[in-house]
Nanobody
Framework: QVQLVESGGGLVQAGGSLRLSCAASGLPFSLYSMGWFRQAPGKEREFVAAISWIRGRTYYADSVKGLFAISRDNELNTVYLQMNNLKPEDTAVYYC?????????????????WGQGTQVTVSS
């Protein structure tokens, strides 16, 4: 049974930082590309960042480039999202997702497994 469990969300002031973690189990983690998506109330789920399983190549939405950083630890079966200089518009539920593919996608329907999400709230 595949499980993706996110943690690290919370309430932070604008300009602050958070580090999200996603622990994976039940799948060969090192063979999966991993992604982070977010969904704000009343909005569609949107791509944030992704990392390939081979060479750890990273991909970012334009809105978070230079502010967020995705990384993975294949020994711990965990993917991280470091979020810096957070803004109120970053407020959303953040989801991690896994895709059995060399290249991670940027569309939510390209992913095979999803976590339950973790809430990030940025106050102004």
């Amino acid at each position: 049974q595949v499980q993706l469990v996110e943690s690290g969300g919370g309430l932070v002031q604008a300009g602050g930082s958070l580090r999200l973690s996603c622990a994976a189990s039940g799948l060969p983690f090192s063979l999966y590309s991993m992604g982070w998506f977010r969904q704000a109330p009343g909005k569609e789920r949107e791509f944030v960042a992704a990392i390939s399983w081979i060479r750890g190549r990273t991909y970012y939405a334009d809105s978070v480039k230079g502010l967020f950083a995705i990384s993975r630890d294949n020994e711990l079966n965990t993917v991280y999202l470091q979020m810096n200089n957070l803004k109120p518009e970053d407020t959303a539920v953040y989801y991690c997702a896994a895709r059995r593919a060399l290249v991670p996608g940027t569309a939510w329907n390209e992913y095979d497994y999803w976590g339950q999400g973790t809430q990030v709230t940025v106050s102004s």
